[in-house]
């Protein structure tokens, strides 16, 4: 008899390197997206490999090999013996335009880590680390102002929010589960503008700096149910809900003027407004969200989600910022030709498409900026396991050149590793 005590210690060394690499990688995010100035930056939604490339749907979604970090009931689903390590990066490359510029737009980090597994036989579990929102932008602009002449304004800023989290799900009846999730929310925003007057020696140039570090808990509670329509169908039906939540932030803001000088640096005169570790709370607000699937066995799948967030009531430092609510709606799905082991391999690849359409929290110039995107993917099994390498692709665009705005468009690649193992079995041999 052949123990797993060797998987279990491979795979949890594994675990601990990937939580190494995404302490030190979501740290080390790099966007260039001027829309992420507002708010609490680009909300970093549906970046799983799994999801990605069926639109991101997920309300109702679940499996006994993925892990769907979106909906804390779809654990229920898991085996009572088995483990999932999942994680994965995520790439994106595109171009910002306006009607008069353009510029290219880069970056590439580790989207997320997750690991699932059951506590009890009815009690299922997840902890994870995903992003939650992305702040990286460097504007330069110009104006010529009467009285004033030419000013030049500069905008710059860095950093982001992400989620440590643990969630678990009961199922209270055949195929009805309910979950919570709580999560330790922390980063940091590294904000700041300049305003710079190159023809006028009598007016002070100045310089706002705003640094804002987050850390505090929130929480999400979900629900899932699925119900057999025939031998082979299933209809399923999730939904989620957050209530509106304060965190715990702390700011320091500095106004200062300030020379330039020869060397190309700011010789600042004098302080004209200071906030220095100043404590407050961040407002973040009440989300809702729901969706269906249609299964049919392990063959195909189908599956809608609405979700909608009260963004109109955030509040920074009780500071609004003229948010509006946000609406996502996504539509997408799988299909494997054969689920057979003796199966050509490429009939065992699950093939998924989808389609997302989201109206972001922005209004800009009487202008709403919206963004979609259309995705498609593959799950490659690995063979001789249960396990699964997900790649997904997304082709896209966010806000328009109306009204001298900035259109991003962007392509996406995501590629995940789902690592399925069943634990605490003897293994035989002959």
Do not use: C
């Not at 690849?349 to 359409?357: A, P, Q």
Request: glycine residues 10%; charged residues 20%.
């Amino acid at each position: 008899m052949l123990t797993n005590n060797k998987k279990v210690t491979k795979h949890f060394f594994l675990f601990i390197l990937l939580v190494l690499m995404a302490t030190g990688g979501t740290a080390q995010i790099s966007i260039n997206s001027p829309y992420s100035r507002f708010g609490v930056g680009d909300l970093a939604t549906r970046k799983d490999a799994y999801l990605f490339s069926m639109g991101g749907i997920s309300m109702a979604v679940s499996s006994n090999r993925q892990i769907n970090p979106y909906n804390p009931a779809a654990n229920y689903a898991f085996d009572s013996l088995s483990f999932i390590f999942s994680g994965g990066i995520i790439a994106s490359t595109g171009n910002l335009k306006t009607d008069e510029l353009t510029g290219r737009t880069n970056y590439a980090t580790l989207g997320y880590l997750l690991f699932g597994f059951p506590v009890t036989h009815w009690l299922k579990t997840t902890i994870g680390l995903t992003p939650f929102s992305n702040i990286g932008y460097n504007i330069t602009a110009n104006e010529i102002i009467d009285n004033v002449g030419s000013t030049d304004f500069k905008y710059t800023g860095s950093g982001g929010l992400n989620e440590f989290y643990a969630n678990a799900s009961v199922e209270l009846i055949d195929n009805l589960a309910i979950g919570a999730k709580l999560s330790y929310l922390f980063g940091k925003g590294d904000l700041s503008r300049t305003i710079f007057f190159p023809d006028s020696v009598g007016l002070l140039n100045t310089r706002v700096d705003d640094y804002i570090e987050v850390g505090d808990l929130i929480f999400e509670l979900g629900l899932q149910y699925h119900r057999k329509l025939t031998d082979k169908l299933t209809l399923g039906f999730g939904a989620v809900y957050a209530p509106q939540q304060k965190v715990n932030a702390t700011e320091n803001y500095l106004v200062r003027s300030f020379f330039p000088t020869n060397l190309g640096v700011e010789a600042f005169r004098d302080t004209v407004v200071t906030r220095l570790d100043n404590k407050g709370t961040i407002t973040l607000p009440d989300k809702y969200g729901f969706g269906f699937t249609l299964r049919s066995s392990d063959q195909w799948m189908v599956g809608a989600d609405y979700q909608w967030q009260n963004w109109s009531n955030y509040k920074a430092f009780d500071r609004s910022d003229s948010l509006q609510n946000t609406m996502q709606i996504s539509l997408g799905g799988e299909f494997s030709p054969s689920q057979s082991i003796m199966a050509n391999y490429w009939k065992r690849v699950k093939y998924r498409v989808g389609f997302r359409y989201n109206k972001t929290y922005l209004d800009l110039r009487d202008t709403r900026i919206n963004e979609f995107g259309i995705s498609f993917g593959l799950g490659l099994p690995i063979p001789r396991s249960y396990s699964t390498m997900n790649v997904g692709f997304e082709v896209g665009r966010r806000g328009t050149t109306a009204s001298g705005l900035i259109q991003n468009n962007f392509y996406r690649i995501t590629v995940g590793i789902a690592v399925w193992e069943r634990w605490f079995v003897k293994s035989k041999y002959d």
